[in-house]
């Protein structure tokens, strides 16, 4: 079942995106307030951006619109829904993105590691 929010047109379905996108910035898990804290005003280089809508139908954790790259922080509320992420990776993918998942629990306990991996996947990407 896709629910309300797939069932509208799709200018509403961007209108409620933005919403919920403004209203996951404003509320962030503390692994991505963390996370964005060390990526933010290009210290690697690239610029991020938070809770980002893109192709109409999904929201990413970080986004560096520079190099394409989505950053996704897994936490407990990704357990279960393995299919539904690995297919909205690859819609993301085949839309020219690369996606890294970063676990929520090492950016907590090894920030300087989870830096380590973005850095990595920019360099790849670049």
């Known amino acids: 079942m896709r629910g309300k929010l797939f069932a509208t047109s799709d200018s509403a379905r961007e209108r409620v995106l933005a919403q919920r ?3 996951m910035r404003r509320a962030p898990t503390p692994s991505e307030a963390r996370l964005f804290e060390a990526l933010r005003v290009g210290r690697l280089g690239v610029a991020f951006r ?3 809508p893109l ?3 999904y929201i990413v954790d970080l986004l560096a619109p520079q190099v ?4 996704e922080i897994d936490s407990g509320v990704h357990v279960g829904r393995e299919r ?3 297919r909205r990776d690859r819609a993301l993918e085949r839309a020219g993105y690369r996606v ?3 676990e929520a629990r090492e950016v907590l306990a090894d920030l300087d590691a989870a830096v380590a991996h973005v850095r990595a ?3 790849a990407a670049g």
């Not at 394409?68 to 950053?71: M, P």
Request: charged share 30%; proline share 0%; no cysteine.
């Open 84 to 86: 539904a992420e690995a």
């Open 121 to 123: 996947a920019i360099v």
């Open 68 to 71: 394409r790259l989505v950053v």
């Open 55 to 57: 192709l109409g139908r």
């Open 21 to 23: 996108a403004d209203e």
């Open 50 to 52: 938070r809770q980002v």
């Open 100 to 102: 890294l998942r970063v």
